[in-house]
């Protein structure tokens, strides 16, 4: 009874609390002023989704549509057809991505038989309309050539590395050479 | 029967059963790559690897025989193990590139790998890194994804007889492929597509471009012939992308033939009319249906108005039975006309009517089991592997399974002629002749040809000694089938051929002996249905004769409307044109100007009508003197039934939405007749369906068989549904009919023509019309895949002539008549009857009618036009 009374009139729950406050005063801040200071991601970071060439300068994708398949939002459309340039090899006439839809999962990347995609660690992307942020094939290849390194040490600590050089006949899969027609 | 148990069931089957048809007949599916229902076992995959419970043994399910107790496990931890093993050794060579192979998402051994265990091997893998052979417009044959079952080579083999590819090398090195390295030379009609169980043979035309998962699959029925294949339409984003079968799948079993399997880009190109058109200052100009159908509607109500036979109609015979019913009950009751014809007229009318009066049917007696089981088979004028592929599939089957006699009496060789234990040539023109002189020594008892008897064949260049053989063998076949085709109902003297045929058959007791009969090869998807539906002048609904006044009254109380009388077909159309008296024609699809020859003349005729109204997926030459022109619908964008030659009624799907604002044909009408303030008691297309499955209770929709396989790895289903639908003719009613027809006179018969063929000029030949496996019609020259196949057409010579003169393939010749002349590309060819040379009719173009007399001539008994083949002098080009 005298115990409660006197926590009414010093009012002790206020000290309680204040001391929580004066705690943190004096604590390392973690506020980042973000636009002026960037945030350091992981490498694992599921940002916006970029395609990858080969070192020489190929794009990777061959137009499987596993991507498509496995892409839980329905956010992936590929329409495949024969490489107008290099005979006989199959890629994706159209590649769009609507990261409207898209929900990050990263199940695509995982998909992918030739490591075409990865993700990067670039997530300010906005847009006026929603067109705006349906990409094309080109536009995630520039992403990807912007983002090389990133999309690299995404597929690195996902431990999807090894399948990296399958296009050139190691790996997970095998293709065949190309043939020259007849 | 024997009895045995499968995973502890028991079951009873009869002696020599395979184990697989017994865990089948237990319900217990045993997955399998190289086992076809259709093929004969060969039990060279290793997947149907079954333990014998007492033995410890695997053993092959597809090819080991069942015994007396035998305990079969189609599961156990041995058979798992067996299965691995197999797949792990299938998998060292099968390149893993599943996401660029067109089968991966389809692919049994993908989905026996995933089952059983994933693409992990114990041994060192070695890839075989051949490259594609690429030579065939078709087929890509890739040696590095073949398990070497051997499926395809077999299904070429043993159900298509064609032979056109086979194993090449030996041991590791085994490739499949056309012999000698060569160009796949073929019937291209892609069976072996079909069965590949991997991707080590794939489409060309649509390579890379549809993965399966995204297609929507349709089942729908062909109407490029009498064959009624059913098959899988598979289209994405409302285009088709391929169309396939299913193993067992209707009456083709899942056998389709090239313009089936790959003719479907004719319906989506871009030459289709999208809008309906009306004429404006001399030009079709683009409108919308509720300007235009007002307007026609009431064009045709006022001129039909004016009196009876003042609106004529034509309807082609690919449109479904519905839309036959509509237009007849439109034309008859609505716009008070029996001038009516069908396109069926011009290939199946000297046939039919025959057939009617004898048979009072269009039904066969007989279908293809009926032929499979038959021991002679007689071919009149028939390429029944060009104009019904699945007819012909099931010659070579009674041939080589059952060693059936197969006779063909033909101009010249077709690729059955090799089966064939006599081929009897006879020029154009001699059917009636033959069939009158073999009929007579039939019944004349004697067992060989008299010397003057003889003398009479050879005058009509069939070798007497393979008419001889012929003869013997109608005396001692027990189930005789006779078929025929284009060639013979298209003859000048096709319907007197016909009534001899009809009567030779009578007077051997054919008609009354089970398997034996007339199976009559229409040209396209739904002649028969087009006549039983009563779309030509002579018929009413149910085939009643509309020159009848009893018969016709019988529809009028239905009606309750007054039919017209009179009336007639495409010869009394054009004359009732040019007579002035006919005032409108309708025309649903079939256009006169690009079969009859002499165009300027009808193109003359037809300028005399106040209203020309076309219905048709394209623009042609009679769409461009219309005034008013609508598209229609192909049959791929709408419901329907069609009538199949074995006789059965089989419906259309929707399988891609309506080409721009096109409408199926029964629909215009049905539109129309409302707009006429006349309106049909039928809502839309199934009312009238229900209603026509109401009037024909026979017409009920009917086919044979269902899928064999399920699920994606080859397990057969457990019971093949063979159902016994009522497509054939009943044959008591069919005996009452004949027995009357047969006592009837026959006309007189036309003496033999005296024109012996050493008599022949050195150049001169006649010209024949003949219908190519690659294409059907004129429509599928709009095929982009159809014409990579076949895209000119080539005169086809006798090469004894070509040699003699130094032409080769491709070399170009001077074929000129009385009327005009053309050059043409040669082709020479082995088999052609003494004096004939023939061209594909696909490619007779307007160029090429100037060969053809100005005049038209008709048949007189049956109006289809004649004078199809004709004398022609061809000369080399210097």
Known sequence: ?182 | MVKLTVNGKEVEVSAGTTILHAAAAAGIPIPTFCYNPRMDPAGSCRICAVELEDSKRTVMGCITQVVEGMKVLTESPKVHEARKTNLELLLLHHPLDCPICDCGGECPLQNMSFSYGGADSRFESHRNDELEDMKSEVLVFNSNRCILCGKCVRVCDEIQDVHAIGFINRGFDTVIGPPLGKKLDCEFCGDCLEVCPTGAITDRFVRYQFRPWQMEKTETTCTSCGSGCRMIVDTESEAIVRISAREGLGPNEGSICVVGRFGYNAVQNKSRLESPHFKRAQRLVPGNWEEILPKVAAQLASISSSGEGRVAGLISSQLPIEDAFLFQRLMRQTLKSNFIDSDARQGLMNMAIPLVSATGSLRPLVDHEDIIAADMIVVLGADPAAESNITGLAIKKAVRKNKAALYLIHGHDVSISTRAREVIRLLPGSEESFLTMLREALSSGTTSLSPEGRQRFQGLGASPEAVDRLLSDLRASKRTVFITGRRFHRSDQGFGASMQLIRLMAERNMFASEGSGLFVLPESGNDLGVLMMGATAEWLPGLLDAANAEQRSVWETHWQTKLPSGGGGLREILAGIEAGEIRALVSFGVDPLTFLPDAAQIRKTLSKLELLVVVDMYQGPLADMAHYLLPAASPFERTGHVVSAEGFVQPLAPAMAPWGLALSESEIMLRLARHMGRALPFDDLASLSSEVFRIFPDLRPSTRNAPYFQGGTGEILLSVPRTQPPHKAQRESVLARVASFVKADLPATVSPASVSSSERPENSFVLTLSKSINHAGTRTLLDSNLMAIEGEGFLKVPRSWARKRKLKKGACVLVSTHHGRISLPIDPVAGLADGEVHYPLHFADARFMVLFPRHLSFNAQSGTQSGQAIDVTIEPIA
């Open chain 1, 1 to 182: 009874m005298l115990k409660k009374f006197l926590n009414t009139i010093f009012f002790t729950e206020i000290g309680q609390g204040l001391k929580l406050t004066l705690r943190h005063m004096f604590m390392k801040k973690v506020t980042s002023q973000y636009p002026r200071e960037k945030l350091v991601l992981a490498d694992g970071y599921r940002g916006f989704i970029a395609h990858r060439r080969y070192e020489n300068g190929v794009e990777r994708c061959v137009g499987c549509d596993l991507c498509e398949a496995i892409c839980p939002a329905k956010a992936i459309r590929v329409v495949s057809d024969i490489h107008p340039e290099i005979p006989d090899r199959r890629y994706a006439r159209e590649y769009t991505l609507d990261f409207t839809r898209c929900i990050f999962c990263g199940f695509c990347v995982v998909a992918c038989p030739v490591n075409a995609l990865s993700m990067t660690k670039e997530f300010a992307h906005s847009s006026f309309t929603r067109n705006g942020l349906i990409y094309s094939k080109e536009q995630m290849l520039a992403l990807g050539d912007r983002a090389g390194a990133d999309s690299d040490a995404y597929l690195k600590v996902r431990n999807m590395w090894e399948a990296e050089n399958s296009g050139k006949d190691e790996g997970y899969y095998h293709f065949p050479p190309i043939s020259l027609g007849g």
